[in-house]
């Protein structure tokens, strides 16, 4: 038996007591609750997008890494065999390329984590605006749907912020 996300759970206990409720504004808390638990639901997506491409771009890193260190290993072999080799310039030249393109992975995989991390702050307070808001409903008390509306708007915040660092790591990747 699988156990119910308690966010979840607050979001529908939400909807049941706004429409039996006499008071107006309780059908607006369950309004804002819905659309917290979206712009939640799109920062959660973005943000494990972003997990997993900074995830991809260390790989690549560590394998360029990986294969910087062959042609170095292979370079300095080849000069205790061969020290006159034409090769030696070649694996040096090489290794700066390499080394170019590790540094340009890392630097994508630390981006794409910096924004994950984003999103996911903006994930964490759309979830406790929405706890904030059942909590208003419950209690029948409208400041706390104000104190939801303010962590709402935090969360808001966050995703914009996130959405404009992925529009520019984009722009930068091309």
Do not use: N
């Amino acid at each position: 038996m699988e156990e119910e996300d308690p966010v979840e759970k607050a979001h529908e206990d939400l909807h049941e007591r706004a429409e039996h409720s006499r008071e107006p504004w309780v059908g607006r808390v369950a309004l804002t609750a819905a659309l917290l638990a979206a712009l939640a639901a799109i920062a959660s997506s973005l943000s494990a997008h972003h997990e997993s491409e900074g995830i991809l771009e260390q790989i690549k890193a560590s394998d360029k890494w990986a294969h910087y260190q062959a042609k170095g290993i292979k370079a300095d072999i080849l000069k205790s065999l061969k020290p006159e080799s034409p090769d030696i310039p070649r694996y040096a030249e090489e290794q700066k390329e390499i080394r170019a393109e590790a540094a340009g992975a890392q630097e994508s995989s630390q981006a794409h984590m910096r924004i994950h991390q984003i999103f996911a702050r903006s994930v964490t307070f759309s979830q406790i605006a929405i706890a904030i808001a059942a909590i208003a409903v419950l209690t029948k008390r409208q400041w706390f749907w104000g104190v939801s509306l303010a962590f709402g708007a935090v969360g808001l915040a966050f995703c914009v912020h996130g959405l404009v660092l992925a529009y520019r790591l984009r722009e930068l990747l091309g």
